[in-house]
């Protein structure tokens, strides 16, 4: 018998799994809360709102804030997880 389990999955791919899921989603033009919602189903993600317009995001370690609307955290949250993907690359 031989053991078909793959490894897990690194930081590095999991940013760039959901970074995938909000570029193409953003560019197909889907609600930013439909968004969100894959990526808390479907890649882990934490989402919380605070007191006023603060939202986070946060994806395996990822975390981005922002109190311009759920597609600014979106936007944020690319961004953030483009430099930790080339950082890690680097290494």
Do not use: F
């Not at 590095?12 to 970074?19: L, M, N, S, T």
């Amino acid at each position: 018998m031989t053991d078909t389990k793959k490894p897990p999955l690194s930081k590095a791919d999991k940013w760039q799994a959901a970074h995938g899921v909000i570029a193409n989603g953003l560019r197909a033009g889907i609600e930013p809360k439909a968004i969100i919602d894959e990526l808390i189903e479907y890649h882990g993600a934490t989402y919380r709102t605070s007191c006023g317009d603060a939202q986070m995001l946060r994806i395996a370690g990822c975390t981005s804030t922002c109190t311009a609307g759920i597609e600014g955290l979106l936007y944020n949250w690319k961004l953030n997880a483009t430099l930790r993907i080339m950082k890690a690359n680097q290494q």
